[in-house]
């Protein structure tokens, strides 16, 4: 006889564990679905992330997980979601891998912690340096940049933003890269914050240690790392074939929830980078949190 959950929380990162953290402690049975892939997987440490600071994101992971995996009525399932529907008043959701035997859940409530997929600029070497000497976030990776001289790739107006933040953490240049040219106010202000504006198209990015900008001129900038506001997207279609509303920020879309990562479809949560705008390994957690709370309560209020 198939198992009926009361919540399958879809996605295994720091938010779907924060949420199954909640639910498990309530005595819930949740069922959790982990495809294995986190998205700062290409980054060897994590920074900023009171208690955890400096340690790998694998490791932080690991541990996490071993802890969920201690409380008896919580199940991992480590596959992929092919798909979810609404069936009356519960949520069926199927896995791709017809090799783990049933391959086909139904739960009361759904929490979708998938994450996101990053897109950056197509520029060779960029992509091969992202989470190592390339950077979205500041708060996680500048400290550590030491004060040296960094850039900012600018993908459109909203790495403007991105410009006048990063000289907190070092010398900045902003390479405008024929996608976004600063207006006169906008000049001003970064020239306040002592940023240099580089016109010419970045044609390459090399270096190992340090970051090498290869301009298409043939001028060659060393750096300490460059920062870049990566272009955003669900990972998966789960939220969209569900009915979830979306939302588009300056660098994305992402699914929109209410204060209490309620979707647009009840009985649907989402929370973690999937569902904000911009996100961190801090706010994945609390929104995992918030979400794991939230679903609890409705589960009462709504007599089961």
């Known amino acids: 006889m198939q198992t009926t959950y009361d919540v399958i929380v879809i996605g295994g990162s720091y938010a779907g564990m924060a949420a199954a953290l909640q639910l498990a402690r309530g005595r819930r049975r949740v069922l959790v679905i982990d495809g294995g892939v986190r998205r700062n997987r290409f980054a060897s440490h994590s920074h900023g992330l009171l208690g955890q600071d400096g340690k790998s994101p694998s490791a932080i992971a690991e541990e996490a997980k071993a802890q969920l995996l201690e409380y008896p009525n919580l199940t991992w399932l480590q596959g992929l979601v092919d798909s979810a529907e609404k069936t009356g008043e519960r949520f069926t959701v199927t896995t791709a891998d017809n090799k783990i035997g049933n391959n086909t859940f139904t739960a009361k409530r759904l929490i979708l912690a998938t994450g996101v997929s990053d897109h950056l600029p197509a520029i060779t070497g960029l992509q091969d340096r992202w989470g190592k000497t390339v950077f979205h976030c500041p708060y996680c990776h500048g400290y550590e940049l030491d004060q040296g001289k960094l850039g900012v790739l600018a993908i459109s107006e ?4 991105q410009a006048m933040l990063i000289p907190d953490w070092g010398p900045t240049t902003l390479f405008t890269n024929n996608c976004f040219t600063p207006n006169a106010e906008q000049c001003a ?18 270096g190992e240690q340090s970051i090498i900008v290869k301009l298409a001129n043939g001028r060659l900038v060393e750096l300490a790392g460059l920062f870049v506001a990566s272009l955003t997207q669900p990972s998966n279609r789960i939220a969209q074939d569900l009915g979830c509303e979306i939302a588009e920020s300056p660098i994305g879309f992402y699914i929109k929830t209410d204060e209490l990562k309620q979707t647009s ?22 929104d995992g949190a918030q979400a794991g709370f939230a679903t609890h309560r409705s589960l009462i209020f709504e007599g089961h």
């Not at 909203?158 to 933003?161: E, K, L, T, V």
């Not at 002592?194 to 090399?206: D, P």
């Not at 479809?265 to 609390?286: H, K, N, Q, Y």
Request: glycine fraction near 12%; proline fraction near 5%; charged fraction near 15%.
């Open 265 to 286: 479809v009840p009985g649907v949560f989402a929370c973690g980078d999937l569902a904000r705008p911009m996100g961190s390994v801090t706010f994945a957690i609390g």
């Open 158 to 161: 909203a790495s403007f933003h």
């Open 189 to 206: 202000q970064l020239a306040a914050r002592g940023v240099t504006i580089e016109t010419e198209t970045v044609s390459e990015i090399a």
